[in-house]
Structure formats: structure tokens, C-alpha cells
């Protein structure tokens, strides 16, 4: 099969922007679902992909050929990601319930992407990171799943995210004074995303109940200032 056939994006749901995007800008976005799906786009910039298909996170052999493709291929269709979302059977709003990260192009010497798992992939070795990406996507899951059962302390981490609720649930109704007051909360939860793959369902409901108010009192604070 050809590894293309899988990308979504195409002259139908494409856009055209009105700058050339900076290679170094170049991103691989990552959405993992709990029950093993991955979301894989290859991101011009912030504003524009190139790629999205989904796969088996512990398909070997599709993702190392997705990732040899998207890291090297000279694109030219762009577009949104929420245009081509639910052409994989995804809805943008169904992204808040999956763990999100990314790869970026690396500074570094010697080295072609920095990526969330711990190393980089290196510049001499580039017909040997699609494996090593693929390698990694496969182990991630598990990894996430002990990082939430150290952070969870066999339940008393329950007792913390019940406290935000609380906190967060506190408003003024001044939106700008309670988005600030509630911003260090607001950061923590940003950085706890893997708490999505909680084998305990109420941590992964308060998180989703706590990312919810999150993104209502960011939308109420933009709402204000503008």
C-alpha cells in the first residue's frame, strides 16, 4: 500500500494560506486515545497540517512508514486540522479526551527532531527514525499509565483534584480577576494530561470536569478582554 493513501488532507479540505510556513516550524503532533488509537499529523506550523491519519498505536510497521513519510516529504496541500478531523471519524471536540503531545525540529547538533519521550532522533540515523518512532508510540500507553499511578499515590491525589474543583468552581464574576486567580491551577492541569490514561474512572472524570471549567474560564477571560 502506499503510505500516502492514509493521509486525509487533500485538495477538499485543504486551505491556502497567505504566508509560506518556515521549515523550522515543521511539528509531529501526537493524539493517543486510552483504548490504543493514534492520531498522527504532520503540522506545517501552528496554523496548518499537512498529514493526519489514525492508526493502531502499536502498529510497528504503519507508523514507522508515517513518520519516515511526514519527516521528509516536500508537502504541498495544506489545511486546518479541524477541517480534517472528522474525515478520520474524529470530532475536534473529542480531542480534549485524548493525551496530546508533539516532536519538533531540533537545534541541537547531530540531531533532527526533539521529541516528549526522553531522547532526540538524531541527523545520522534518519532512515532508522521512523523504527525508533514507532518503538516509542508502542511503549508510550504503559508509560503513561505508571506515571498516573505514581501522581495518583494509591488515591490520595483524588482528594487534590477534588480540592481544584472546588477552587475552580469559586468565581467572582469578574472573569479576568478569576481566570488569573485560577491560572496556577489552570497550569497544573495543563501539564497533567496523561491523567487521561488513569485506570481509575474518577480521576479521569474529575480531570475532564476540571479541564472543562478550565476552558470555560479561559473563553470567559478572552470574552472580557476583547
Known amino acids: 500500500m502506499d503510505i500516502a493513501e492514509l493521509n486525509k488532507v487533500n485538495t477538499i479540505n485543504s486551505a491556502k494560506p497567505n504566508y509560506r510556513p518556515e521549515p523550522m516550524n515543521r511539528r509531529i503532533d501526537l493524539y493517543l486515545t486510552l ?3 493514534a ?20 502498529d510497528r510497521v504503519t507508523n514507522a512508514a508515517i513518520f519516515d513519510y511526514i519527516a521528509n516529504c516536500n508537502y504541498e496541500t495544506l489545511a ?8 478520520t471519524g474524529f470530532m475536534y471536540e ?8 508533539y516532536l519538533c525540529k531540533s537545534n541541537e547538533s547531530n540531531t533532527e527532531w526533539k521529541t516528549p519521550f526522553g531522547h532526540y532522533y538524531g541527523s545520522d540515523q534518519i ?3 521512523g523504527k525508533f518512532f514507532a518503538d516509542d508510540l508502542v511503549s508510550l500507553p504503559g508509560k503513561l499509565k505508571r506515571q498516573c499511578e505514581a501522581r495518583e499515590a494509591g488515591g490520595i491525589y483524588i482528594r487534590v483534584l477534588e480540592k481544584y474543583l472546588e477552587l475552580l ?18 497550569d497544573i492541569i495543563e501539564k497533567e494530561n496523561y491523567l487521561i490514561f488513569s485506570q481509575n474512572a474518577d480521576v479521569r472524570k474529575l480531570y475532564g470536569d476540571l479541564r472543562d471549567l478550565c476552558g470555560g474560564l479561559y473563553n470567559a477571560y478572552m470574552t472580557q478582554v476583547r
Open 39 to 58: 492520531l498522527i499529523a504532520g503540522a506545517a506550523d501552528n496554523n496548518y497540517i499537512y498529514w493526519l491519519s489514525l492508526t493502531s498505536a502499536d
Open 35 to 37: 483504548d490504543g488509537k
Open 169 to 186: 468552581k469559586n468565581k467572582t464574576g469578574d472573569a479576568v480577576s478569576d481566570y488569573y486567580t485560577a491560572k496556577p491551577i489552570i
Open 127 to 129: 532512515k532508522n527514525n
Open 80 to 87: 486546518s486540522l479541524y477541517k480534517v478531523l472528522p474525515d
Open 94 to 101: 473529542q480531542l480534549k479526551e485524548t493525551y496530546h503531545t
